[in-house]
């Protein structure tokens, strides 16, 4: 293997790495900020990094109006597994430090619910997802009490990337 081999492996590796260590999903302009931004490779570079990654199905990406969100795969993580000892211990602090700074803070992803009520004694209810401010998802439902209503809430900030998860596939077919 080249040193060229090498370093392209490193640096799908550190993707990996970094996709599969965000709590809820990372998008394109996550990915960017850090691996662009750090200067560890450059925007063309990382775009063809994932399509690969995607195409040998590490990886897999939801689109969700113009955005893409990544996800690690089963298949990533087992060669994640295998091969995370590849990855410059320094790499994984930096990517460590940047997922627990600036993609975990509560100012990238929020998880909102409201509860309305309606004219008829039931409750309309909001569950919303949102990153840098942009809505990812958002969904309304009927609850025909304020104690189930308010259960969908607690529902939904405790299992929101499970249930977007579900919905997606389920849309989607898969």
């Keep these: 293997m080249s040193i060229e081999q090498f370093e392209v492996s490193i640096d799908k590796l550190s993707l990996l790495y970094m996709i599969n260590g965000v709590k809820y999903f990372v998008t394109n302009t996550g990915l960017c900020d850090f691996f662009v931004t750090g200067s560890y490779i450059d925007y063309f570079t990382l775009q063809s990094h994932l399509d690969d990654l995607e195409r040998i199905n590490y990886i897999y990406v ?4 113009s955005k893409s969100l990544y996800f690690i795969s089963e298949k990533g993580e087992e060669a994640l597994e295998i091969l995370f000892t590849q990855i410059p211990s320094s790499t994984v602090k930096e990517i460590d430090n940047y997922i627990t ?36 998802i958002n969904i309304k439902l ?3 009490s304020k104690d189930l209503a308010m259960d969908m809430c607690n529902r939904w900030e405790l299992k929101n990337q499970k249930i977007y998860e579900l919905i997606y596939n389920t849309l989607l077919g898969k």
């Design 62 to 65: 939801k689109k969700v109006d």
């Design 101 to 136: 700074n600036v993609l975990g803070s509560a100012k990238n992803y929020d998880i909102l619910t409201d509860i309305k009520s309606r004219e008829n004694d039931d409750y309309e209810v909001s569950l919303s997802a949102m990153e840098h401010g942009e809505t990812i």
């Design 142 to 144: 009927t609850a025909p």
